[in-house]
């Protein structure tokens, strides 16, 4: 079965600052998507950036990106200039290639954001 | 037109009442799913539907019961049920891995609680 780490449960970065927030996984397939996921107090899950497993290029998303290593199975996420309303619970997820739609969560990062 | 609704917002409900959860998308996406998600934690996964069939149930118990009228609704029947169900449901839809576009947009989710 696949699972989602993510090591960090709370971080704190300065305004303007670049934090980076962890996620590992683990899995026997070489097909899957991993999604890091932002839910502000307002409870909404929105998608803050994609990586498809077989593409070697790093996503990027304006001041987000991600630094994909296959081989460790690696998938972590960069912010960049952070800014006061990036401060949300951050997930890294994992979607199997296999068509069973089955999205697993890690259990999430805190991002605090210091005025 | 990206948005999943869900209704109501907040829901207070006795052990013996009989409720339902309601979500609807228009974004032609063919997996709609349901999510628990308690206080700092990650969302749990409880139900898929593809193609308007259950695919997936977590070993759901069976005072939730989901049902997807068509493609487009999807709800969530509720009975009898336990505090320790109080939480954030979410739903979520999504048009599948054999797209290229395979995350999962989510509703802004109903809290539910059981008294």
């Known amino acids: 079965a696949q699972t989602v780490t993510q090591s960090q449960p709370e971080m704190s970065v300065q305004e303007a600052e670049t934090v980076t927030l962890s996620c590992t996984y683990d899995t026997s397939e070489s097909d899957y998507y991993l999604f890091w996921y932002k839910q502000p107090p307002s409870r909404q899950m929105i998608l803050v950036i994609r990586?498809?497993?077989?593409?070697?290029q790093n996503a990027t998303e304006n001041r987000f990106s991600v630094n994909f290593q296959k081989a460790a199975k690696s998938f972590s996420l960069k912010i960049s200039d952070s800014q006061l309303g990036d401060a949300a619970m951050y997930f890294c997820?994992?979607?199997?290639?296999?068509?069973?739609?089955?999205?697993?969560f890690g259990k999430g990062t805190r991002l605090h954001i210091l005025p | 037109d990206t948005e999943v609704t869900q209704t109501p917002k907040h829901l207070v409900m006795g052990m013996t009442n009989k409720k339902s959860l309601k979500c609807e998308q228009h974004m032609g996406h063919r997996a709609m799913y349901w999510y628990k998600q308690k206080a700092k934690k990650p969302p749990e996964l409880m139900f898929v539907y593809s193609y308007e069939k259950l695919s997936i149930n977590e070993s759901v118990p069976s005072r939730f019961s989901p049902e997807c009228p068509n493609s487009s609704l999807l709800n969530l029947h509720l009975h009898a049920l336990q505090p320790e169900d109080s939480a954030l449901y979410l739903c979520?839809?999504?048009?599948?891995?054999?797209?290229?576009?395979?995350?999962?947009?989510f509703g802004q989710g109903t809290r539910l609680t059981v008294v």
């Open positions: 979520a839809s999504s048009q599948g891995t054999e797209y290229m576009n395979t995350e999962a947009f």
């Open positions: 997820a994992y979607l199997s290639g296999d068509r069973d739609d089955k999205i697993i």
């Open positions: 990586q498809e497993a077989y593409k070697q």
